[in-house]
Protein backbone atom coordinates (compact mmCIF):
# COMPACT_ATOMS: atom_id res chain seq x y z
CA UNK A 1 0.00 0.00 0.00
CA UNK A 2 2.99 2.25 0.59
CA UNK A 3 4.73 1.45 -2.51
CA UNK A 4 1.88 1.87 -4.47
CA UNK A 5 1.12 5.69 -2.57
CA UNK A 6 4.81 6.57 -3.22
CA UNK A 7 4.40 5.90 -7.01
CA UNK A 8 1.79 8.10 -6.75
CA UNK A 9 3.22 10.86 -5.42
CA UNK A 10 5.36 12.33 -8.79
CA UNK A 11 2.38 11.66 -10.70
CA UNK A 12 -0.04 13.94 -8.50
CA UNK A 13 2.70 16.62 -8.92
CA UNK A 14 3.26 16.47 -12.83
CA UNK A 15 -0.14 16.98 -12.89
CA UNK A 16 -0.86 19.39 -9.80
CA UNK A 17 -1.14 23.43 -9.13
CA UNK A 18 2.90 23.24 -8.71
CA UNK A 19 4.16 26.65 -10.59
CA UNK A 20 6.49 26.08 -13.56
CA UNK A 21 9.85 28.33 -13.46
CA UNK A 22 12.33 29.18 -16.24
CA UNK A 23 15.73 28.62 -15.35
CA UNK A 24 16.32 32.77 -15.04
CA UNK A 25 13.22 33.02 -13.35
CA UNK A 26 14.43 30.56 -10.31
CA UNK A 27 17.89 32.19 -10.30
CA UNK A 28 16.17 35.65 -9.60
CA UNK A 29 13.65 34.03 -6.89
CA UNK A 30 16.96 32.52 -5.14
CA UNK A 31 18.91 35.35 -5.26
CA UNK A 32 15.83 37.59 -4.02
CA UNK A 33 15.82 34.89 -0.97
CA UNK A 34 19.74 34.64 -0.75
CA UNK A 35 19.99 38.38 -0.56
CA UNK A 36 17.16 39.64 1.05
CA UNK A 37 18.12 36.78 4.41
CA UNK A 38 21.30 38.19 4.36
CA UNK A 39 21.84 41.78 3.44
CA UNK A 40 24.56 42.69 5.77
CA UNK A 41 27.11 39.88 7.37
CA UNK A 42 30.12 39.67 8.85
CA UNK A 43 32.10 36.97 8.35
CA UNK A 44 35.44 35.75 9.83
CA UNK A 45 37.66 33.25 7.96
CA UNK A 46 41.36 32.81 6.47
CA UNK A 47 42.27 34.86 2.59
CA UNK A 48 43.00 32.18 0.04
CA UNK A 49 43.66 32.40 -3.88
CA UNK A 50 43.21 36.05 -4.12
CA UNK A 51 43.37 37.65 -7.63
CA UNK A 52 43.43 40.81 -9.52
CA UNK A 53 42.66 40.71 -13.27
CA UNK A 54 43.06 43.71 -15.32
CA UNK A 55 39.54 45.33 -14.31
CA UNK A 56 40.68 46.35 -10.83
CA UNK A 57 38.42 43.99 -8.98
CA UNK A 58 39.44 41.43 -6.42
CA UNK A 59 38.74 38.09 -6.30
CA UNK A 60 38.84 35.48 -3.64
CA UNK A 61 37.79 32.88 -1.07
CA UNK A 62 37.35 32.98 2.69
CA UNK A 63 37.39 29.70 4.23
CA UNK A 64 37.59 27.80 7.76
CA UNK A 65 37.82 24.25 8.64
CA UNK A 66 34.95 22.99 6.89
CA UNK A 67 33.56 25.65 3.91
CA UNK A 68 34.71 27.85 1.42
CA UNK A 69 33.32 31.26 0.45
CA UNK A 70 33.93 32.93 -3.07
CA UNK A 71 33.98 36.56 -2.51
CA UNK A 72 34.60 40.07 -4.51
CA UNK A 73 36.00 42.92 -3.97
CA UNK A 74 34.57 45.56 -6.48
CA UNK A 75 37.75 48.08 -7.72
CA UNK A 76 36.50 51.39 -5.69
CA UNK A 77 36.28 49.88 -2.51
CA UNK A 78 39.21 48.02 -2.70
CA UNK A 79 41.04 51.47 -3.34
CA UNK A 80 40.03 52.40 -0.41
CA UNK A 81 40.53 49.39 1.79
CA UNK A 82 43.33 49.70 4.58
CA UNK A 83 44.33 46.30 3.96
CA UNK A 84 45.84 44.40 1.10
CA UNK A 85 44.56 41.05 0.51
CA UNK A 86 46.90 38.42 0.89
CA UNK A 87 47.34 34.51 0.92
CA UNK A 88 46.27 32.95 4.53
CA UNK A 89 45.68 35.95 6.13
CA UNK A 90 42.65 36.02 8.37
CA UNK A 91 40.10 38.79 8.63
CA UNK A 92 36.82 39.95 9.63
CA UNK A 93 35.18 41.08 6.54
CA UNK A 94 31.73 42.78 5.98
CA UNK A 95 28.96 42.99 3.40
CA UNK A 96 26.28 41.81 1.82
CA UNK A 97 25.42 37.97 0.06
CA UNK A 98 24.46 37.47 -3.72
CA UNK A 99 24.29 35.06 -6.20
CA UNK A 100 25.62 34.94 -9.84
CA UNK A 101 23.48 33.28 -12.09
CA UNK A 102 25.60 32.33 -14.89
CA UNK A 103 27.13 29.96 -12.84
CA UNK A 104 24.65 29.04 -10.41
CA UNK A 105 26.93 29.87 -7.86
CA UNK A 106 26.39 32.81 -4.38
CA UNK A 107 29.42 34.84 -3.28
CA UNK A 108 30.26 37.25 -1.09
CA UNK A 109 30.32 41.07 -2.25
CA UNK A 110 33.07 42.57 0.72
CA UNK A 111 32.59 46.28 1.57
CA UNK A 112 34.92 46.45 4.62
CA UNK A 113 37.85 44.48 5.54
CA UNK A 114 39.55 43.88 8.90
CA UNK A 115 42.38 42.09 10.28
CA UNK A 116 41.10 38.94 12.76
CA UNK A 117 43.64 39.58 15.73
CA UNK A 118 47.13 41.19 16.78
CA UNK A 119 48.87 38.05 15.59
CA UNK A 120 47.44 38.37 12.23
CA UNK A 121 48.29 41.87 12.03
CA UNK A 122 51.96 41.45 13.14
CA UNK A 123 52.38 38.79 10.47
CA UNK A 124 51.58 41.22 7.74
CA UNK A 125 53.39 44.32 9.18
CA UNK A 126 56.41 41.35 9.06
CA UNK A 127 55.69 40.12 6.10
CA UNK A 128 55.32 43.65 4.31
CA UNK A 129 58.91 45.01 6.20
CA UNK A 130 60.54 42.43 4.26
CA UNK A 131 59.58 42.53 1.43
CA UNK A 132 60.04 46.47 1.35
CA UNK A 133 63.38 45.93 2.82
CA UNK A 134 64.22 43.74 -0.56
CA UNK A 135 63.43 46.69 -2.46
CA UNK A 136 66.12 48.79 -0.84
CA UNK A 137 63.65 51.33 0.54
CA UNK A 138 65.17 50.86 4.52
CA UNK A 139 69.15 51.54 3.58
CA UNK A 140 70.84 53.57 5.33
CA UNK A 141 72.82 54.46 2.33
CA UNK A 142 69.79 56.41 0.90
CA UNK A 143 69.09 58.03 4.00
CA UNK A 144 69.44 61.88 4.29
CA UNK A 145 71.31 63.84 6.81
CA UNK A 146 69.53 65.93 9.07
CA UNK A 147 70.04 69.88 8.83
CA UNK A 148 71.49 71.26 11.98
CA UNK A 149 69.33 74.47 11.64
CA UNK A 150 66.22 74.33 9.43
CA UNK A 151 64.66 77.48 8.45
CA UNK A 152 61.30 76.03 8.27
CA UNK A 153 59.65 72.72 9.28
CA UNK A 154 56.72 70.59 7.87
CA UNK A 155 54.86 68.89 10.45
CA UNK A 156 52.75 65.85 9.56
CA UNK A 157 50.09 64.86 12.28
CA UNK A 158 46.36 65.91 13.07
CA UNK A 159 45.56 69.61 14.39
CA UNK A 160 43.51 68.72 17.36
CA UNK A 161 45.52 66.63 19.58
CA UNK A 162 48.44 66.91 22.40
CA UNK A 163 51.17 66.13 19.68
CA UNK A 164 51.32 69.89 17.64
CA UNK A 165 51.28 71.38 20.89
CA UNK A 166 54.31 69.76 22.24
CA UNK A 167 56.18 69.69 18.82
CA UNK A 168 55.42 73.81 19.12
CA UNK A 169 56.18 74.29 22.43
CA UNK A 170 59.49 72.36 22.01
CA UNK A 171 60.37 73.98 19.50
CA UNK A 172 59.94 77.42 20.91
CA UNK A 173 61.80 76.61 24.35
CA UNK A 174 64.41 75.43 21.84
CA UNK A 175 64.89 77.45 18.75
CA UNK A 176 61.93 79.09 17.41
CA UNK A 177 61.81 78.55 13.96
CA UNK A 178 58.76 78.71 11.40
CA UNK A 179 56.30 75.88 11.04
CA UNK A 180 54.01 74.67 8.41
CA UNK A 181 51.36 72.07 9.40
CA UNK A 182 49.72 70.43 7.50
CA UNK A 183 46.65 68.27 9.38
CA UNK A 184 46.08 64.86 8.60
CA UNK A 185 43.51 62.04 9.86
CA UNK A 186 46.18 60.10 12.15
CA UNK A 187 44.13 57.00 12.27
CA UNK A 188 41.43 55.27 10.78
CA UNK A 189 40.07 54.95 6.91
CA UNK A 190 41.67 57.40 4.79
CA UNK A 191 44.49 58.23 7.16
CA UNK A 192 47.45 56.47 5.08
CA UNK A 193 46.19 58.40 1.91
CA UNK A 194 46.64 61.58 3.56
CA UNK A 195 49.85 61.29 5.16
CA UNK A 196 51.24 59.99 2.07
CA UNK A 197 49.38 62.87 -0.11
CA UNK A 198 50.90 65.37 2.91
CA UNK A 199 54.57 64.15 2.00
CA UNK A 200 54.09 64.16 -1.52
CA UNK A 201 52.61 67.61 -1.28
CA UNK A 202 55.29 69.11 0.67
CA UNK A 203 57.79 68.04 -1.57
CA UNK A 204 55.56 69.46 -4.42
CA UNK A 205 56.24 73.24 -3.12
CA UNK A 206 58.46 75.36 -5.23
CA UNK A 207 61.62 76.36 -3.43
CA UNK A 208 60.66 80.21 -4.50
CA UNK A 209 57.28 80.17 -3.93
CA UNK A 210 54.58 81.92 -1.75
CA UNK A 211 54.47 79.06 0.65
CA UNK A 212 58.20 78.18 1.52
CA UNK A 213 59.53 74.54 1.10
CA UNK A 214 60.51 73.06 4.04
CA UNK A 215 64.06 71.62 5.04
CA UNK A 216 63.04 69.57 7.42
CA UNK A 217 59.72 67.30 7.98
CA UNK A 218 58.29 65.69 10.57
CA UNK A 219 55.33 62.96 10.38
CA UNK A 220 53.86 62.93 14.11
CA UNK A 221 51.31 60.93 16.11
CA UNK A 222 50.69 60.17 19.98
CA UNK A 223 50.75 56.34 21.23
CA UNK A 224 47.91 54.16 20.73
CA UNK A 225 46.95 50.31 19.82
CA UNK A 226 48.86 48.48 16.81
CA UNK A 227 45.08 49.01 14.92
CA UNK A 228 45.33 52.76 15.55
CA UNK A 229 49.35 52.65 14.37
CA UNK A 230 48.41 51.02 11.28
CA UNK A 231 48.55 53.88 8.80
CA UNK A 232 51.75 54.15 9.42
CA UNK A 233 51.92 50.60 8.80
CA UNK A 234 50.46 51.43 5.19
CA UNK A 235 52.66 50.47 1.86
CA UNK A 236 51.94 54.01 0.77
CA UNK A 237 53.15 55.75 3.54
CA UNK A 238 56.37 54.02 3.64
CA UNK A 239 56.94 54.75 -0.36
CA UNK A 240 56.19 58.10 0.10
CA UNK A 241 59.02 58.60 2.83
CA UNK A 242 61.56 56.83 1.49
CA UNK A 243 60.74 59.25 -1.76
CA UNK A 244 60.85 62.19 -0.09
CA UNK A 245 63.11 64.71 -1.28
CA UNK A 246 63.32 66.66 2.55
CA UNK A 247 64.89 64.97 5.16
CA UNK A 248 61.91 63.61 7.50
CA UNK A 249 61.97 62.53 10.90
CA UNK A 250 59.12 59.87 12.18
CA UNK A 251 57.83 60.40 15.39
CA UNK A 252 54.74 57.88 16.12
CA UNK A 253 53.60 56.22 19.03
CA UNK A 254 55.53 56.44 22.14
CA UNK A 255 59.16 54.72 22.79
CA UNK A 256 58.43 50.98 22.28
CA UNK A 257 56.14 51.22 19.29
CA UNK A 258 57.58 50.76 16.14
CA UNK A 259 56.11 51.00 12.70
CA UNK A 260 57.50 50.72 9.01
CA UNK A 261 57.65 54.56 8.36
CA UNK A 262 60.52 54.64 11.20
CA UNK A 263 62.35 52.05 9.32
CA UNK A 264 61.68 54.09 5.43
CA UNK A 265 62.42 57.85 7.48
CA UNK A 266 65.88 59.45 7.50
CA UNK A 267 65.39 59.52 11.25
CA UNK A 268 63.25 57.86 14.24
CA UNK A 269 62.46 59.68 17.28
CA UNK A 270 61.12 57.50 20.37
CA UNK A 271 58.19 60.71 20.97
CA UNK A 272 57.09 63.40 18.82
CA UNK A 273 58.48 65.91 21.78
CA UNK A 274 62.24 63.85 21.09
CA UNK A 275 61.40 64.64 17.39
CA UNK A 276 61.42 68.55 18.08
CA UNK A 277 64.69 68.09 20.11
CA UNK A 278 66.29 66.55 17.57
CA UNK A 279 65.14 68.99 14.90
CA UNK A 280 66.62 72.35 16.10
CA UNK A 281 70.04 72.66 18.66
CA UNK A 282 68.99 75.13 22.07
CA UNK A 283 69.68 78.23 21.68
CA UNK A 284 71.04 78.73 24.63
CA UNK A 285 73.62 76.02 24.40
CA UNK A 286 74.61 77.45 21.13
CA UNK A 287 74.99 81.45 22.44
CA UNK A 288 76.83 79.82 25.69
CA UNK A 289 79.16 78.42 23.11
CA UNK A 290 79.54 81.13 20.56
CA UNK A 291 80.10 83.17 23.80
CA UNK A 292 83.12 80.72 24.99
CA UNK A 293 84.22 80.33 21.66
CA UNK A 294 84.62 84.44 20.93
CA UNK A 295 86.38 85.00 24.56
CA UNK A 296 89.28 81.78 23.36
CA UNK A 297 89.55 84.02 19.94
CA UNK A 298 89.98 87.17 21.57
CA UNK A 299 92.06 85.69 24.30
CA UNK A 300 94.34 83.81 21.52
CA UNK A 301 94.57 86.72 19.47
CA UNK A 302 95.69 88.82 22.14
CA UNK A 303 98.06 85.97 23.42
CA UNK A 304 99.57 85.85 19.73
CA UNK A 305 99.83 89.74 19.45
CA UNK A 306 102.57 89.51 22.19
CA UNK A 307 104.37 86.90 21.25
CA UNK A 308 105.07 88.42 17.64
CA UNK A 309 105.89 92.05 19.42
CA UNK A 310 108.27 90.51 21.60
CA UNK A 311 109.92 88.84 18.48
CA UNK A 312 109.88 91.19 16.71
CA UNK A 313 111.92 93.78 19.48
CA UNK A 314 113.98 90.91 19.37
CA UNK A 315 114.75 91.24 16.14
CA UNK A 316 115.29 94.91 16.02
CA UNK A 317 118.01 94.87 18.56
CA UNK A 318 119.98 92.74 16.65
CA UNK A 319 119.78 94.97 13.63
CA UNK A 320 121.89 97.72 13.24
CA UNK A 321 121.20 101.66 12.96
CA UNK A 322 118.94 102.25 9.62
CA UNK A 323 120.33 105.52 8.47
CA UNK A 324 124.12 104.12 8.42
CA UNK A 325 123.07 101.17 6.49
CA UNK A 326 121.12 103.97 3.90
CA UNK A 327 124.55 106.13 3.78
CA UNK A 328 125.83 103.49 2.94
CA UNK A 329 124.22 101.95 0.16
CA UNK A 330 123.50 105.99 -1.05
CA UNK A 331 127.45 106.07 -1.58
CA UNK A 332 127.44 102.95 -3.20
CA UNK A 333 125.02 103.98 -5.56
CA UNK A 334 127.28 107.34 -6.02
CA UNK A 335 129.72 105.35 -6.98
CA UNK A 336 128.68 103.24 -9.69
CA UNK A 337 126.71 106.62 -11.21
CA UNK A 338 129.81 107.32 -12.30
CA UNK A 339 131.62 104.62 -13.28
CA UNK A 340 127.99 103.67 -15.14
CA UNK A 341 128.20 107.41 -17.05
CA UNK A 342 132.34 106.95 -18.04
CA UNK A 343 131.64 103.56 -19.02
CA UNK A 344 128.09 104.70 -21.53
CA UNK A 345 130.46 107.14 -23.06
CA UNK A 346 133.03 105.13 -24.20
CA UNK A 347 130.62 102.41 -25.30
CA UNK A 348 129.24 105.09 -27.16
CA UNK A 349 132.12 106.18 -29.04
CA UNK A 350 133.38 102.70 -29.81
CA UNK A 351 129.86 102.18 -31.35
CA UNK A 352 130.14 105.39 -33.34
CA UNK A 353 133.83 104.51 -34.65
CA UNK A 354 132.36 100.84 -35.68
CA UNK A 355 129.66 102.55 -37.34
CA UNK A 356 131.62 105.03 -39.41
CA UNK A 357 133.92 102.03 -40.93
CA UNK A 358 130.92 100.00 -41.75
CA UNK A 359 129.88 103.03 -43.92
CA UNK A 360 133.16 103.55 -45.56
CA UNK A 361 133.04 99.67 -47.23
CA UNK A 362 129.44 99.85 -48.26
CA UNK A 363 128.67 101.32 -51.90
CA UNK A 364 126.98 104.83 -51.98
CA UNK A 365 122.64 104.24 -52.04
CA UNK A 366 122.92 106.48 -56.09
CA UNK A 367 125.09 103.04 -56.98
CA UNK A 368 122.77 100.81 -55.74
CA UNK A 369 120.19 102.86 -57.52
CA UNK A 370 121.91 103.05 -61.08
CA UNK A 371 122.82 99.04 -60.78
CA UNK A 372 118.58 98.39 -59.92
CA UNK A 373 117.71 100.35 -62.53
CA UNK A 374 119.89 99.03 -65.44
CA UNK A 375 118.70 95.93 -64.26
CA UNK A 376 115.48 97.03 -64.11
CA UNK A 377 115.40 97.98 -68.02
CA UNK A 378 117.06 94.16 -69.13
CA UNK A 379 114.11 92.41 -67.42
CA UNK A 380 111.63 94.76 -69.14
CA UNK A 381 113.39 94.14 -72.23
CA UNK A 382 113.11 90.05 -71.72
CA UNK A 383 109.82 90.71 -70.66
CA UNK A 384 108.71 92.23 -73.90
CA UNK A 385 110.80 90.09 -75.98
CA UNK A 386 108.45 87.15 -74.10
CA UNK A 387 105.38 88.50 -74.63
CA UNK A 388 106.00 89.53 -78.53
CA UNK A 389 106.52 85.46 -78.82
CA UNK A 390 103.56 84.72 -77.03
CA UNK A 391 101.54 87.16 -79.02
CA UNK A 392 103.07 85.34 -82.06
CA UNK A 393 102.20 82.04 -81.07
CA UNK A 394 98.63 83.17 -79.90
CA UNK A 395 98.26 83.99 -83.68
CA UNK A 396 99.21 80.96 -84.96
CA UNK A 397 97.46 79.01 -82.74
CA UNK A 398 93.98 80.94 -83.79
CA UNK A 399 95.11 79.99 -87.45
CA UNK A 400 95.79 76.85 -86.95
CA UNK A 401 92.56 76.56 -85.10
CA UNK A 402 89.79 78.00 -87.56
CA UNK A 403 91.94 75.30 -90.13
CA UNK A 404 90.92 72.56 -88.07
CA UNK A 405 87.64 73.64 -87.95
CA UNK A 406 86.90 73.93 -91.32
CA UNK A 407 88.76 70.41 -92.09
CA UNK A 408 86.37 69.21 -89.50
CA UNK A 409 83.26 70.24 -91.01
CA UNK A 410 84.15 69.26 -94.13
CA UNK A 411 84.52 65.83 -92.61
CA UNK A 412 81.14 65.50 -90.38
CA UNK A 413 79.27 66.71 -93.86
CA UNK A 414 81.18 63.89 -95.95
CA UNK A 415 80.54 61.90 -93.67
CA UNK A 416 76.40 62.48 -92.98
CA UNK A 417 76.26 62.26 -97.28
CA UNK A 418 77.45 58.77 -96.78
CA UNK A 419 75.26 57.38 -93.98
CA UNK A 420 72.25 58.37 -95.80
CA UNK A 421 73.58 56.63 -98.77
CA UNK A 422 73.87 53.43 -96.82
CA UNK A 423 70.70 54.22 -95.02
CA UNK A 424 68.79 54.75 -98.51
CA UNK A 425 70.34 51.74 -99.52
CA UNK A 426 69.54 49.22 -96.62
CA UNK A 427 66.14 50.68 -97.25
CA UNK A 428 65.56 49.54 -100.60
CA UNK A 429 66.95 46.01 -99.75
CA UNK A 430 64.73 46.08 -96.74
CA UNK A 431 61.55 46.83 -99.21
CA UNK A 432 62.63 44.83 -101.76
CA UNK A 433 62.23 40.96 -99.53
CA UNK A 434 59.46 42.20 -97.73
CA UNK A 435 56.00 39.84 -97.40
CA UNK A 436 53.97 42.56 -99.15
CA UNK A 437 56.52 42.65 -102.14
CA UNK A 438 56.85 39.27 -102.56
CA UNK A 439 53.41 39.08 -102.66
CA UNK A 440 52.70 41.69 -105.30
CA UNK A 441 55.20 39.29 -107.50
CA UNK A 442 52.10 36.73 -107.81
CA UNK A 443 53.33 34.39 -104.63
CA UNK A 444 50.23 33.34 -102.06
CA UNK A 445 50.83 32.77 -98.28
CA UNK A 446 48.59 29.87 -97.26
CA UNK A 447 47.30 29.29 -93.61
CA UNK A 448 44.76 26.61 -92.12
CA UNK A 449 42.02 27.15 -89.68
CA UNK A 450 44.15 27.96 -86.86
CA UNK A 451 45.71 30.83 -88.59
CA UNK A 452 49.25 28.85 -88.77
CA UNK A 453 51.15 28.95 -92.51
CA UNK A 454 51.81 25.78 -94.30
CA UNK A 455 54.36 25.44 -96.10
CA UNK A 456 53.88 21.74 -97.74
CA UNK A 457 51.16 19.94 -99.77
CA UNK A 458 50.54 17.42 -97.08
CA UNK A 459 50.19 19.96 -94.83
CA UNK A 460 47.09 21.94 -96.94
CA UNK A 461 45.55 17.93 -98.06
CA UNK A 462 45.66 17.66 -94.00
CA UNK A 463 44.13 20.91 -93.04
CA UNK A 464 41.12 20.91 -95.33
CA UNK A 465 39.51 24.62 -95.17
CA UNK A 466 42.11 26.92 -96.31
CA UNK A 467 42.88 30.71 -96.17
CA UNK A 468 44.97 32.31 -99.54
CA UNK A 469 46.39 35.70 -98.85
CA UNK A 470 47.25 37.76 -101.90
CA UNK A 471 48.57 40.85 -101.77
CA UNK A 472 45.35 42.79 -102.05
CA UNK A 473 43.12 40.79 -99.79
CA UNK A 474 42.32 37.23 -98.54
CA UNK A 475 40.62 34.25 -99.89
CA UNK A 476 38.80 31.09 -98.39
CA UNK A 477 39.43 27.76 -99.86
CA UNK A 478 38.92 23.75 -99.63
CA UNK A 479 41.10 21.00 -100.67
CA UNK A 480 39.04 18.77 -102.60
CA UNK A 481 41.74 15.70 -103.89
CA UNK A 482 45.12 15.31 -104.72
CA UNK A 483 47.55 18.33 -105.90
CA UNK A 484 47.16 18.60 -109.76
CA UNK A 485 50.96 18.02 -112.23
CA UNK A 486 52.63 20.75 -111.97
CA UNK A 487 52.24 22.67 -115.50
CA UNK A 488 55.14 21.78 -117.91
CA UNK A 489 57.72 24.26 -118.54
CA UNK A 490 58.33 25.18 -122.17
CA UNK A 491 61.46 23.98 -123.99
CA UNK A 492 63.70 26.07 -124.48
CA UNK A 493 64.81 26.38 -128.32
CA UNK A 494 68.12 25.53 -128.93
CA UNK A 495 70.45 28.20 -130.33
CA UNK A 496 71.62 27.27 -133.62
CA UNK A 497 75.70 25.93 -133.94
CA UNK A 498 77.83 28.32 -135.76
CA UNK A 499 78.95 27.05 -139.08
CA UNK A 500 82.54 27.53 -137.81
CA UNK A 501 82.31 25.24 -135.38
CA UNK A 502 82.39 27.34 -132.27
CA UNK A 503 79.65 27.52 -129.77
CA UNK A 504 79.62 31.28 -130.07
CA UNK A 505 76.25 32.86 -131.33
CA UNK A 506 75.68 35.98 -133.22
CA UNK A 507 74.64 38.70 -130.72
CA UNK A 508 72.50 40.05 -133.87
Given at each position: ?????????????????????????????????????????????????????????????????AAVLDAVI??????????????????????????????????????????????????MIEERRKR????????????????????????????????????????????????????????????????????????????????????????????????????????????????????????????????????????????????????????????????????????????????????????????????????????????????????????????????????????????RLARAREA?????????????????????????????????????????????????????????????????????????????????????????????????????????????????????????????????????
Amino acid sequence: MSDNSDAAIPAQRGTGNVPEYTVSELSSAVKRTIEGSFGWVRVRGEISRPSVPASGHCYLRLKDDAAVLDAVIWRGVLARLGIRPEEGLEVIVTGRMTTYPGKSTYQLVIERMELAGEGALLKMIEERRKRLAAEGLFDEARKKKIPFLPDVIGVITSPTGAVIRDILHRLAERFPRRVLIWPVAVQGEGAADQVAAAIDGFNALPRAGKVPRPDLLIVARGGGSLEDLMPFNEEIVVRAAAASAIPLISAVGHETDTTLIDYAADLRAPTPTAAAERAVPVRADLIADVSRDGARLVAGLTRLVSERRTQVAGLARGLGDPRRLVEECRQRLDVSGERLSLGLGNWLKARRASIEMLGRTLPHPRERLARAREAAAGLAARLAATAQAQRHGVARGRERGAELIARLQAAAARSVVERRQRLAAVAGLLESVAPTKVLERGYVLVRDAAGHVLTGAGAAQAAVHLALQFHDGTVGATVTGAAAPPPSTPATPKRPAKRDGTSQGSLL
